[in-house]
């Protein structure tokens, strides 16, 4: 089974509108964090924002927020006020045993935003 | 957060030849991690190198084609070797603290 799942491979919105990236997960961990990245055509990989499984409250990172319903195993991508810049590829990623700093990243095959005017 | 960089940040060689890629980090980290993304793919990881220690290859990686050196808590290097057209990819290193942060990438083509 996939440990991450992104089940939109392209997404349009219109500038300045919120826009939801849908990302859910597969884990018997207890302790794991959730991860989302923006990688622009450059190819780098920009570390938006994370999640710890026993974070109580939802993460938010200025205009990034994360939706996590843990019981559902989601954690989704909201981007409020969208921007031309913020056209890129969306990674959400998963790392089990997040107490522990040593484990690996589990990457999701992401989603393909396109902000318009 | 930490910073990372990444020498070279593109490359064209030639099948047949190897290149090594160089990461630097900004802080002393215990685990560095090296990954591929092929075009059009998702990231994959082939492996994690720890100070003092051989490097844990991912299935599907071996160390005879990605040799990696970690030689100090800050610095490590992939090389890719014997290199075929299928080795055109963007490879990242990265370094975790509580979040994981990337590197600039290296984008390999390989003719």
């Known amino acids: 089974a996939q440990k991450i799942t992104q089940t939109q491979p392209g997404m349009f919105v219109q500038e300045k509108e919120a826009v939801t990236l849908d990302c859910t997960y597969d884990?018997?961990?207890?302790?794991?964090?959730l991860f989302w990245y923006k990688q622009p055509s450059s190819g780098e990989m920009i570390f938006l924002i994370y999640?710890?499984?026993?974070?109580?409250q939802n993460a938010t990172e200025g205009r990034y927020s994360l939706n996590f319903q843990k019981a559902r195993k989601s954690a989704n991508l909201v981007i409020s006020a969208s921007q031309l810049g913020d056209s890129a590829m969306y990674f959400c990623a998963m790392r089990e045993n997040s107490a522990g700093t040593a484990s690996k990243l589990t990457f999701g095959t992401g989603t393909r935003l396109q902000v318009t005017l | 957060s930490a910073v990372i960089s990444q020498k070279p940040s593109r490359d064209i060689c030639q099948r047949g030849t190897s290149l090594t890629i160089q990461c630097q980090v900004d802080?002393?980290?215990?685990?560095m991690f090296w990954y591929r993304q092929q075009p059009g793919q998702s990231l994959t990881l082939i492996a994690t190198a720890n100070q003092g220690s051989e490097a844990t290859y991912e299935s599907g990686f071996v160390i005879d084609k990605f040799p990696i050196s970690r030689p100090n808590l800050t610095f490590s290097t992939l090389t890719v070797s014997n290199m075929s057209p299928e080795d055109s990819s963007i490879y990242l290193c990265?370094?975790?603290?509580?979040?994981?942060?990337f590197g600039p990438g290296t984008r390999l083509t390989v003719l």
């Open positions: 999640q710890g499984s026993y974070d109580e």
């Open positions: 990265s370094s975790t603290h509580n979040e994981q942060f």
């Open positions: 802080s002393q980290v215990t685990m």
């Open positions: 884990t018997s961990d207890q302790s794991y964090g």
